[in-house]
């Protein structure tokens, strides 16, 4: 089965940068959609940003202009560069997979979570002075 696995979170202060990194199993690249979500306690989880099967990069509100969305498809792995953090980007961010049904052989990536699956364990992002 697949298996998604996140990696880069930490605690950092506003307006520094990081690079979150998630490592895919089981899984070609660019047979899916592949999602970056976040979830803060008490809210429901987000998109953050995404890339499509065909490449299309598609960016939830809070992170257009900051964060970018990258995939290396020799090493099975999709990288989120978040820049100028901000308080409200803490949360717990996890990447998953599209519904290959839905996602493959098309250049979108949008959809809320329940169009997304196999979800890691989650990295912890705290942005905090």
């Known amino acids: 089965q697949f298996q998604f696995e996140e990696s880069g979170g930490g605690l950092v202060q506003p307006g520094a940068s990081l690079r979150l990194s998630c490592v895919v199993s089981?899984?070609?690249?660019?047979?899916?959609?592949i999602g970056w979500f976040r979830q803060a306690p008490g809210k429901e989880r987000e998109l953050v940003s995404c890339?499509?099967?065909?490449?299309?990069?598609q960016y939830g509100n809070p992170a257009k202009g900051r964060f970018t969305i990258s995939r290396d498809n020799i090493k099975n792995t999709v990288y989120l560069q978040m820049d100028s953090l901000e308080p409200e980007d803490t949360a717990v961010y996890y990447c998953?997979?599209?519904?290959?049904?839905?996602?493959?052989?098309?250049?979108?990536?949008?959809?809320?979570?329940?169009?997304?699956?196999?979800w890691g364990q989650g990295t912890q992002v705290t942005v905090s002075s």
């Open positions: 890339i499509a099967s065909g490449g299309h990069q």
């Open positions: 089981g899984l070609s690249l660019d047979s899916t959609a």
């Open positions: 998953g997979a599209g519904d290959i049904g839905y996602y493959s052989g098309i250049n979108y990536c949008g959809g809320g979570p329940s169009m997304y699956g196999y």
